[in-house]
């Protein structure tokens, strides 16, 4: 039975459906002017290649909060675009967070039913400050995953962001 717990919490998988192409998903991932929009409403930047930088950037509001300028950081193994994303990941808010070891982050996005399917796969091993945040159970800290797909969803059906 640990060994079930312990395997569910290490790698958390999240999908959502959304009416959108792959190619505008991807965009809404990848691009700053689009990642900016949804979430966190903080700037990320990719550099699509293999060895490449992700960097996540403090908003006003994380800044007023005591955030680094630089709250996220990661490296690029794969690009595929508009179909598969794999990169290392980690957050930088404070010492415990950057003590655990960088995490793998994988967007898969498949043109299905007419929208595009979405699954975020996040693999964690010995790194449960960062499994508690994204998956939502950190109240302070916001909503997780849940909330950034959940808002990524609205804004590219509807062209606005869930209220934050």
Request: hydrophobic fraction near 40%; charge should be negative.
């Amino acid at each position: 039975m640990t060994a079930t717990v312990e395997t569910m919490v290490a790698t958390q998988v999240h999908r959502v459906y959304i009416k959108a192409t792959p190619q505008q998903v991807w965009d809404a991932i990848t691009s700053p002017e689009w990642n900016e929009r949804y979430g966190y409403r903080a700037r990320q930047e990719y550099d699509l290649k293999p060895g490449g930088a992700f960097v996540a950037y403090a908003n006003q509001g994380m800044k007023d909060y005591g955030a680094p300028d630089i709250v996220g950081e990661g490296e690029i193994i794969e690009a595929d675009p508009p179909r598969k994303l794999v990169q290392t990941w980690r957050m930088l808010f404070d010492p415990a967070q950057m003590a655990e070891p960088m995490t793998r982050l994988t967007y898969e996005i498949v043109e299905e039913f007419g929208a595009s399917r979405l699954t975020v796969t996040h693999e964690l091993e010995n790194a449960p400050i960062h499994a508690a945040l994204v998956h939502g159970d950190v109240p302070e800290a916001g909503g997780g995953w849940p909330f950034v797909l959940s808002d990524l969803k609205t804004l590219l059906e509807t062209g606005t962001a869930l209220d934050r």
